[in-house]
C-alpha cells in the first residue's frame, strides 16, 4: 500500500496537465487490491477545496469524485465509515464537507457533540454553539472569564524562581545584585536539558521582569549558557 497526496489525486482528477496527468494515472492505474493507494481524511479535505476553489466543480460533481474514490477497490480510504458517513452529509445539506468531516469523526471517537463558533455548521453539519452550551450549563458551573493579570501579588523567592526556570529546560546563569556598589546578594549557575529555544527564553525573560518591578532596590540579570 502506498499513501497518495493530494496533488496526485487532483491530477489524475482533473487532467489538465500533460506530463503531471499521465504520470498519476500510470500510477493510479498500477494499483491493485492487493497493493492499493493510501487516501487520508486530510487528503479529502484538501481536494474538496482544490476542486471547488480552483477547478470551480459543483457540489453534486464534488459528491461523485468522493463516491468514486470511496468505492474504488484499489484505494483505501482513512476512516472510511467515518468518511462516508460524512458524505452523506454534506450531499444532503449545505455544509462544508470539512466540518461534516469533523462532527462525524468526534461522533466516532466517542463524543457526545462537537462545539463550535460557525453558524452555519450548527444548522448543516450537526455541531452544536458554543454558547448555547455555556448557557445551558447551571449557574455554579459556568462563570465568564476574567483577564488574567501580569503583575505578580508578592515577590519570587529565589528557589521559586529557579524552579519555574527549571521546568523550562534553559542552561542558565542568574545574578542579584544590590546597586550602586554592586554587592553580590545572589548567584547561581544551571545548566539544564536540551535548550526549549521556541519557550523558554520568553519565560525567563517575563519573569526577569516581574521580579525587576517587584525588587526594584535590586538588579536582575539572566545570562544564557
Known amino acids: 500500500m502506498i499513501g497518495l497526496d493530494t496533488n496526485v489525486l487532483v491530477r489524475y482528477i482533473a487532467q489538465d496537465d500533460a506530463k503531471q496527468s499521465a504520470r498519476a494515472t500510470t500510477l493510479i492505474n498500477s494499483l491493485s487490491s492487493e ?43 482513512e476512516n472510511a465509515e467515518t468518511a462516508i458517513r460524512a458524505l452523506t452529509v454534506f450531499s444532503g445539506s449545505k455544509a462544508d464537507f470539512s466540518d461534516c468531516l469533523i462532527e462525524r469523526s468526534a461522533q466516532k471517537a466517542g463524543c457526545e457533540y462537537t462545539v463550535t463558533f460557525d453558524g452555519n455548521a450548527v444548522k448543516a453539519a450537526g455541531m452544536r454553539a458554543v454558547d448555547a452550551i455555556l448557557q445551558a450549563q447551571p449557574e455554579n458551573k459556568y462563570r465568564a472569564a476574567k483577564p488574567r493579570s501580569n503583575k505578580m ?23 542579584i545584585t544590590r ?17 526549549t529555544a521556541a519557550h523558554g527564553p520568553k519565560l525567563v525573560a517575563d519573569m526577569a521582569d516581574q521580579y525587576r518591578e517587584i525588587h526594584k532596590k535590586f538588579d536582575f540579570n539572566v545570562d544564557w549558557s
Open 153 to 175: 501579588t508578592q515577590a519570587i523567592k529565589p528557589d521559586e524562581l529557579k524552579k519555574r526556570i527549571d521546568d523550562s529546560g534553559i542552561g542558565y546563569k542568574v545574578t
Open 179 to 195: 546597586p550602586p556598589a554592586g554587592q553580590l546578594i545572589w548567584d547561581h549557575n544551571w545548566t539544564i536539558g536540551p535548550v
Open 35 to 77: 497493493n492499493p493507494g493510501f487516501i487520508t481524511l486530510v487528503a479529502l479535505v484538501e481536494l474538496v477545496w482544490v476542486m471547488k476553489s480552483c477547478y470551480n466543480a459543483t457540489k453534486e460533481e464534488i459528491v461523485a469524485i468522493l463516491e468514486t474514490l470511496m468505492r474504488t477497490q484499489e484505494l483505501v480510504v
